[in-house]
């Protein structure tokens, strides 16, 4: 059984940057692609990017040069950072695993339980 | 940039239907997936590419896409199916999710 979670700080300030950990157990983080996924309050899922070994990398245009995402395989953990953030960064953030079946499907199939990050002004 | 749109709200009686649309351009030429949501809980995938259910996920869950749209039924609807369900899909390199519909049992 894949099980995922998430650590890091829970207030960030603005203008700095928002990092995240996603301890992954039950598979290894070589073998599949792994995603970040975050939720504001009362809004919908958005996704903010993945990863996949060793280091092939695929953002959300909307967030432009503020993500990056990294693999560690010495403790099968994957990471978030996302730059500059404002106020409207405060989300709930989740990590996930992310399947890809033949290029064509692709789809969240573990989530972790969240992570509340609340941004200060 | 591609959107799906779904419907704010469905509200179904116990042992009732309940149909949650999800459209976009051309979906039915994509895959489409559902996750149901509870208050305080992370996603729960219960369909993938477009009909499938995960193991664990009840029968009365079931998916079809054609078109531009694409459906989740839930039949015999229970107190615990209440949620919200977003509907993704993969377009160009994105994952898009849908603004969500909130299923409430009556």
């Known amino acids: 059984q894949v099980q995922l979670q998430e650590s890091g700080p829970g207030l960030v300030k603005s203008s700095e940057t928002l990092s995240l950990t996603c301890a992954v157990s039950?598979?290894?983080?070589?073998?599949?692609?792994w995603a970040w996924v975050r939720q504001p309050p009362g809004k919908p899922l958005e996704w903010i990017g993945s990863?996949?070994?060793?280091?092939?990398?695929n953002y959300a245009s909307s967030l432009g040069s503020r993500v990056t995402i990294s693999l560690d395989t010495s403790t099968n953990h994957f990471s978030l950072n996302l730059g500059s953030v404002t106020p409207a960064d405060t989300a709930v953030y989740y990590c996930?695993?992310?399947?890809?079946?033949?290029?064509?499907?692709?789809?969240?199939?573990?989530w972790g339980p969240g992570k509340l990050v609340t941004v200060s002004s | 940039s591609y959107e799906l749109t779904q419907p704010p709200s469905v509200s179904v009686s116990p042992g009732q239907t309940a149909t949650i649309t999800c459209s976009g351009n051309k979906l039915g030429e994509k895959f489409a997936y559902w996750y149901q949501q509870k208050p305080g809980q992370s996603p729960v995938l219960v369909i993938y590419?477009?009909?499938n259910r995960p193991s664990g996920i009840p029968e009365r869950f079931s998916g079809s896409n054609s078109g531009d749209t694409a459906t989740l039924t839930i039949s015999g609807t229970q107190a615990m199916d209440e949620a919200d369900y977003y509907c993704q899909a993969w377009d160009t390199n994105t994952y898009v999710f849908g603004p969500g519909t909130k299923v409430t049992v009556l």
């Open positions: 590419q477009d009909t």
């Open positions: 996930a695993r992310d399947l890809s079946v033949s290029g064509i499907s692709r789809y969240f199939d573990y």
């Open positions: 990863i996949f070994y060793p280091g092939t990398t």
């Open positions: 039950g598979a290894s983080i070589t073998s599949r692609t």
